[in-house]
């Protein structure tokens, strides 16, 4: 497994943009896929967006053309570049990786978007 740990949330009007950072523990070089999901009171985590060790993406369809996935591993870090953000993005962004014996996950950041 690996810690991982967000950053980057907070309150932005519709329209507006943010970061998110996960940083991992240990090296992710071989880690595939990352990825970031989200969540909202009563519903189950949805997928965001996800990032092989080979950089291919795979998007929501919901937040396609708005964000963007990306990795450095040098810096043991994902992040998710959110613009022209929605209020109905507003939801507890969750960091995760695919590891073994199980998945690891972040313990999430918040994003709430006003209208």
């Known amino acids: 497994q690996v810690r991982l740990v967000e950053s980057g949330g907070g309150v932005v009007q519709a329209g507006g943009s943010l970061r998110l950072s996960c940083a991992a523990s240990?090296?992710?070089?071989?880690?595939?896929?990352m990825g970031w999901y989200r969540q909202t009171p009563g519903k189950q985590r949805e997928l965001v967006a996800h990032i092989t060790s080979s950089a291919n993406t795979n998007y929501a369809d919901s937040v396609k053309g708005r964000f963007i996935i990306s990795r450095d591993n040098a810096k043991n870090t994902v992040y998710l570049q959110m613009d022209s953000l929605k209020p109905e993005d507003t939801a507890v962004y969750y960091c995760?990786?695919?590891?073994?014996?199980?998945?690891?996950w972040g313990q999430g950041t918040q994003v709430t978007v006003s209208s």
């Open positions: 995760y990786a695919n590891t073994y014996p199980r998945d690891s």
């Open positions: 240990r090296s992710i070089f071989s880690i595939s896929p």
